[in-house]
């Protein structure tokens, strides 16, 4: 389980045949799950300031191709701070940016998400964007806005995003879990 404050911006070596490496100051063991732009991968091995990671079909065929920099975020140990919202890391579809304009100190950013996405998305609630824990400020029938903070430009690959990136989507675990819950009510 992950909580999408992502701890660095990892740099991307080599992605080939299914192993991706990853330049990172995340320390982490053979076996450890890390979010990469969101997607839980395990670790496979550790060396010189690398993970590796084995990257299946079912992962690639869902999320977005890896860039040259990508969030990482090791998963939440028992006792840690939960500061952003419950994330599994497994990426439910691809986003698009719709928009990016400047606001305030910050950016608000419009994705484009599929109706399968949307419907878990409300004012104030939570999604994973590339890994990012965020809140949702703003809603219209196509896509959902995210006033990004100049923190989170900073320090993920959010800040760098301009209209036309895909971006990774993970929606709220709790309310698919509500969904199906009340459907079978």
Not at 2 to 23: A, D, K, Q, S, Y
Not at 118 to 143: F, N, P
Not at 159 to 180: F, S, W
Request: hydrophobic share 45%; net charge negative.
């Amino acid at each position: 389980m992950f909580t999408g404050i992502v701890r660095e911006r990892g740099r991307v070596v080599r992605f080939m045949n299914g192993r991706l490496e990853v330049e990172t100051g995340v320390e982490a063991e053979l076996g450890d799950s890390v979010a990469i732009d969101g997607a839980c991968l395990t670790v496979v091995a550790v060396e010189d300031g690398r993970l590796a990671f084995n990257v299946v079909p079912e992962t690639i065929s869902r999320v977005k191709p890896f860039g040259a920099e990508v969030n990482v975020e090791p998963a939440v140990r028992a006792g840690e701070p939960l500061g952003g919202h419950y994330v599994q890391g497994h990426v439910d579809a691809v986003g698009r940016v719709r928009a990016v304009e400047p606001e305030g100190e910050g950016r608000r950013s419009w994705f484009e998400a599929l109706p399968e996405i949307l419907r878990y998305c409300v004012e104030k609630g939570s999604i994973a964007v590339d890994g990012v824990s965020l809140t949702i400020a703003e809603l219209d029938g196509e896509a959902f806005a995210i006033a990004l903070v100049p923190h989170t430009l900073e320090t993920t690959t959010l800040g760098k995003l301009a209209a036309g990136a895909e971006v990774n989507l993970e929606a709220d675990v709790v309310a698919k879990y509500v969904e199906r819950l009340v459907g079978q009510a």
